[in-house]
């Protein structure tokens, strides 16, 4: 009996923790769908992002350079040195997917 209270304690343990995990930003994918997942305010949104901070550190690249699937290889880091807060991060990602090249 014990050792199903402790089990069950440690199953909890684990869900606890998981549920409070903190999630990163959201990345492309080569299954992102743009036009059903983003509205046109966060597009708008991350284009502005795009233009005021992608600049400062290399040129421009356009995001149909690269598919949604490298561009989720690199904007993590370039979020990251950025020092983005989390709502630019996920309108720039949003806009990126939408205009990514495709696959």
């Known amino acids: 009996m014990k050792k199903t209270g402790t089990i069950i ?10 549920a409070c995990h903190k999630k990163g930003f959201p990345t492309a994918t080569k299954d992102a769908h743009p036009a059903a997942t983003y509205t046109p305010q966060q597009l708008a949104d991350g284009q502005k992002v795009y233009d005021q901070h ?9 995001p149909a350079e690269f598919t949604a699937r490298k561009w989720g290889k690199i904007l993590p880091s370039m979020i990251e040195k950025a020092e983005l807060p989390k709502k ?9 997917n939408a205009n990514a090249k495709s696959s």
């Open 88 to 96: 630019d991060a996920e309108v720039l990602t949003a806009w990126v």
């Open 54 to 62: 992608c600049d400062k550190c290399h040129e421009f690249h356009e």
């Open 9 to 18: 304690a440690v199953a909890m343990g684990i869900l606890i923790l998981a």
